[in-house]
């Protein structure tokens, strides 16, 4: 299903700013999430020049480039190289913007591209003129111009990250009522990546849904997790299986790498790397700090890739002789754990706390009186009253016996339900 443009309106305020300010804007963001189809309509809306990279040779990709921007260039002149190309566009004698989408496939094809961007930034590029280099790869995004020692580092006029949108533009996009559980669900399955929304047809239930993204013959979701760490420069059985281990209940270092059968200190780097890739998050206990707590737990950032070494991936064999129950189910406990992350994205600064013997699904500065806490239960289901002061009570008592009660005597308690999406 073809949807309208929806959202986005902080990042069209950011591009609008940036073309008023001119030279280097960066833009980045993992596949799918909409990053090309906003900078496309921005571009169109001011006559922008426009260019998505190929995955060739250095020869091939300049050629592409002049071939999609040559209408709207003053010559006709072919560029032999990235010199000849950027004297080009220095000497257009109106202002201009141009945007050179999947920039990364750019760089790693000619490794002196981001010195010679740098050179003309700082020498060559006229006045009041914006070039966007945007891509998908976080990784490789974060190297180019977020490291110390790269030539392109410190000279963007500003770097805008494009995320998963949220919960209620999945529902504005698909024509959703935000109140309906039924539409949570299937945002749980499909999370804010724009694309998968096209799977959303509406009168079908979310059981239809997840099988036509993830179950059906040759599925497009299938491939999905190697397309994206191929992206980001992962692929390979390792970074795979560190994800089958951590949507299969794996949260701890120690026992991903119980799992896998090999030492924890061999995860170390693969793990930030995929942290960095915005495929795995890291989680601490709400209050400590990544200096000192050792408590570090490890989940699946996208609903999408959760769902599908959650409950794809253990399932997929077995699927189709499970009853319509089993399977709404199955979704159900998925969409549990996303409605978690919804109702602590609602307050900020809020997160887990957890012990050995005990969890807390939300704790957090209260909005209504910051000198106490706001603590949490997150249940995804309809409570009764008496369901609702029942488990209020099995939170009190659970922070009466946590650590952070001594240091926090001020608290209010919270239940959350499904009720809370309306």
């Not at 090309?36 to 592409?64: C, H, K, V, Y």
């Not at 497009?220 to 191929?230: A, S, T």
């Not at 989940?299 to 890739?305: C, F």
Request: with cysteine.
């Amino acid at each position: 299903m073809k949807l309208e443009f929806v959202n986005r309106e902080e990042e069209l305020g950011e591009l609008d700013a940036a073309a008023r300010r001119g030279g280097l804007l960066i833009v980045f963001g993992r596949r799918r999430v909409g990053k090309t189809r906003m900078l496309r309509r921005w571009m169109d809306g001011r006559g922008g020049m426009f260019s998505q990279a190929l995955e060739g040779p250095s020869n091939m990709q300049i050629g592409q480039i002049f071939a999609d921007i040559r209408d709207q260039l003053e010559t006709k002149i072919a560029p032999g190289g990235w010199d000849d190309l950027l004297e080009i566009l220095s000497l257009q004698r109106k202002p201009w913007v141009l945007c050179l989408d999947e920039f990364p496939y750019l760089a790693s094809r000619d490794a002196s591209l981001p010195s010679r961007l740098q050179r003309w930034l700082d020498h060559g590029m006229p006045n009041g003129c914006l070039l966007v280099l945007s891509g998908s790869s976080m990784r490789m995004m974060h190297d180019l111009f977020l490291h110390r020692t790269a030539p392109l580092y410190g000279r963007a006029q500003k770097l805008l990250q494009v995320g998963p949108m949220d919960y209620q533009a999945f529902c504005h996009a698909c024509g959703l009522d935000a109140k309906a559980e039924v539409a949570f669900e299937k945002f749980a399955c499909v999370g804010g990546i724009p694309k998968y929304w096209e799977f959303v047809e509406p009168g079908k239930d979310t059981v239809d849904l997840a099988e036509s993204l993830f179950f059906d013959f040759a599925p497009y979701m299938e491939q999905e997790p190697r397309r994206i760490l191929h992206d980001e420069g992962l692929a390979g059985a390792n970074a795979l299986a560190v994800l089958e281990a951590v949507g299969r209940g794996a949260s701890r270092a120690s026992e991903i790498a119980g799992r896998l059968g090999t030492a924890q200190t061999n995860l170390s780097r693969l793990l930030q790397q995929l942290m960095d890739a915005s495929v795995l998050s890291r989680e601490l206990p709400f209050g400590e700090s990544t200096r000192t707590s050792k408590r570090t737990l490890y989940r699946i950032q996208d609903p999408a890739l959760r769902f599908w070494f959650g409950v794809y991936s253990p399932h997929r064999s077995l699927w189709r002789t499970y009853s319509v129950g089993k399977k709404r189910l199955l979704i159900h406990c998925h969409a549990a754990s996303v409605f978690e992350d919804w109702c602590r994205s609602l307050y900020p600064g809020s997160g887990r706390y957890w012990e050995k013997s005990l969890e807390i699904d939300l704790v957090c500065p209260d909005p209504e009186a910051p000198d106490r806490l706001l603590v949490g239960e997150v249940k995804w289901k309809r409570l009764a009253k008496r369901e609702r002061e029942n488990f209020r009570r099995g939170l009190m008592d659970k922070w009466s016996r946590c650590a952070l009660a001594s240091r926090h005597p001020h608290v209010r308690f919270e239940v959350f339900d499904a009720g809370k999406i309306r």
